[in-house]
C-alpha cells in the first residue's frame, strides 16, 4: 500500500541546512510512497530563498531533489482532499447543536 508524506517548508528546510537533505535521496527508494510538497511550500523553500544571497544554496539543493524526484509537488486533487478533510474534521464537533467551525 503506497502512502505519500505531506511535507512543509519548515521540514525541507531544516534538513537541508544540516546538510541532510540526502536522507531524503537515501529513503525515497525504500519509501513505498513519496514526499510531497504543496506549491506554497515549493515558493517558502525556493522561489523566494533563491533571491536570498544567504539562502540562495539551500534553495538549490531543494530545487535539485525537486528536479531529480525526490520531492514531488502534489496535484490540485490532493489540495482538494486535503481541504476537504480539513472541513469534516472542523465540522466533526459540536457545540449546542452546531458545528464548530475554525
Known sequence: ??????CDA?????LTNSCLIDVLYFLAPKFEGKFLIPKSVENECITRPMKMKTHAMDALR???SL???VISLYSENVQKLAENIMK???????IRGKPRNH
Open 1 to 6: 500500500m503506497e502512502e505519500d508524506i505531506i
Open 10 to 14: 519548515s521540514s525541507i528546510i531544516s
Open 62 to 64: 531543494i530545487r535539485k
Open 67 to 69: 528536479q531529480d524526484g
Open 88 to 94: 469534516l474534521s472542523n465540522n466533526s464537533f459540536f
